[in-house]
Nanobody
């Protein structure tokens, strides 16, 4: 059974930083595609970033390029999302998703079966 658990959310001021963690069990993150999504109230869930099997590809939503960075800790079977220079529009619940069936990662929800419960990120101005 695959289990995905996010942590690291919180309240931060504009320009601040947070690091989200996605701990995965039941899948080896090195052989899986892992993605971060977010959903703000009243909005659809959107893909933020993903990292593919063997770290071959990293993708980012245009609005977070240069501010967010995705990485993997193989020893901990965990994927991180480092978020810098946070803006009020980054406020959302952030979800981690994992799967190993596709050749590479993507930023569409349908590409992932295994999801975490989410962690709240609030950026205050």
């Amino acid at each position: 059974e695959v289990h995905v658990a996010e942590s690291g959310g919180g309240l931060v001021q504009v320009g601040g930083s947070l690091r989200l963690s996605c701990a995965v069990s039941g899948l080896n993150v090195d052989n899986s595609n892992i993605a971060w999504f977010r959903q703000a109230p009243g909005n659809e869930r959107e893909g933020v970033s993903c990292i593919s099997k063997t770290d071959a590809i990293r993708e980012y939503k245009e609005s977070v390029k240069g501010r967010f960075s995705i990485s993997t800790d193989s020893a901990k079977n965990t994927v991180y999302l480092q978020m810098n220079n946070l803006k009020p529009e980054d406020t959302a619940t952030y979800f981690c998703a994992a799967d190993d069936w596709a050749l590479t990662c993507g930023l569409e929800s349908y590409e992932y079966v295994n999801w975490g419960q989410g962690t709240q990120v609030t950026v205050s101005s």
